[in-house]
């Protein structure tokens, strides 16, 4: 347990800036994510120093594609979310305080993290499985020793941290793949417990602090699959982030309150990459869809064959100085 970050006092009660949901706490009560308590008017972060998960993965299960690609990254996360998205498929560990009271995980201090990640050859530290936005401290923490010993920092994240938390963060994160879920406002309200405004905000301001930043679109049956949503989408992404910015759109599949639904037929992935391709995005990736094309790397100019992959293992890369082999085209990317 650690004092948080990012709060304020208000009449006894304390106001958290961590997230856009900027909670009014009542002594006693804790916040919507279920891991940060007011306790005399003190914020505490529950969740400091303990660890539901901590494993070494490759980085291209973020996904991250055109960062460091090929590399290992090691990834922790702690209990808890603040948001309570029925599709979740990490629901086991991200809901557990909320729906249980639970503050599970073993104890990993910042220090401890940095050597492990160093002993595994891992190349950076990703904050992931649940989000780090409620787990900031923790991560915050752990990125300054990181950054001290030569690691990367990466988020895997909902985006929907303040600018104060961005602000904080600035200069120590270096790469965030961010979760678009859908361009419907109704949709984050309905299935998330949140809104959209604020996820468009952090990816926007993520990119204008210079953080490698890709997106991922869970693309859920009747639920955020229309092909004008797909459009408006990618149509953010190039025109708000850049053509550069690689999208991923990933296959749902049944999971914690969406049982009810089939998983995303093949041909919808597809057609999303189509359309993602179509609007002028130069990298459209297929997740969840083992030795699909949609895995790979193309060359945006040539359509050369540049990174071959198979689910999370590069087997080629055929990238020379961030250039085309077989074009020259400059290739997007960090540590390509």
């Known amino acids: 347990m650690k004092e948080a970050m990012l709060y304020e006092r208000v009449d006894g009660d304390v106001k958290c800036n961590l997230c856009s949901h900027r909670c009014l706490i009542s002594d006693g009560k804790r916040g919507i994510c279920g ?44 209990v808890g979310c603040n948001f309570r998205c029925e599709f979740c498929q990490n629901w086991s560990i991200s809901q557990e305080p909320k729906e249980h009271g639970k503050i599970l995980g073993d104890n990993l201090s910042p220090d401890e993290i940095v050597k492990l990640a160093i ?21 915050h923490d752990t990125s300054i020793i990181a950054k001290e010993n030569n ?17 904080k963060i600035n200069g120590k994160l270096d790469a965030a793949n961010v979760d678009l879920k859908s361009f419907s406002d109704e949709f984050y309200r309905r299935f ?9 905000d952090s990816l926007k301001k993520m990119k204008r602090m210079g953080i490698w930043v890709e997106v991922t679109t869970l693309l859920i049956p009747k639920k955020n699959d229309s092909e004008e949503e797909l459009r408006d989408i990618a149509e953010f992404i190039r025109d708000e982030l850049g053509k550069e910015t690689p999208w991923h ?13 089939p998983r995303t037929p093949v041909e919808s992935i597809h057609r999303a990459r189509e359309i993602g391709i179509d609007s002028g995005l130069r990298y459209v990736y297929a997740g ?14 040539c359509n050369e064959l540049l990174i071959r992959r198979f689910l999370f293992d590069v087997y080629e890369n055929k990238i020379i100085n961030k250039r ?9 990317g960090v540590g390509l």
Not at 56 to 63: A, F, G, L, M, S
């Open 35 to 78: 891991v940060r308590e007011n306790r005399n008017g003190t914020l505490y972060s529950l969740v400091y120093g303990k660890a539901i998960s901590a494993n070494v993965d490759p980085i291209e299960k973020k996904p991250l594609f055109h960062f460091l690609p090929g590399t290992m990254s090691f990834s922790i996360a702690t």
């Open 119 to 139: 002993k595994s050859n891992c190349e950076s530290i990703s904050y992931t499985y649940t989000e780090p936005t409620i787990f900031f401290e923790y991560a």
């Open 151 to 167: 690691l990367f920092n990466i988020f895997v994240t909902n985006g929907y941290m303040t600018s104060e938390a961005l602000k």
């Open 192 to 200: 998330c417990g949140a809104k959209l405004e604020p996820v468009l």
């Open 249 to 261: 759109i990933s296959r749902f599949h049944p999971d914690y309150k969406m049982t009810y639904l």
């Open 288 to 301: 969840n869809l083992p030795g699909d094309v949609g895995e790979n790397t193309y060359c945006y100019n």
């Open 324 to 332: 085309c082999p077989n074009c020259g085209a400059r290739i997007d």
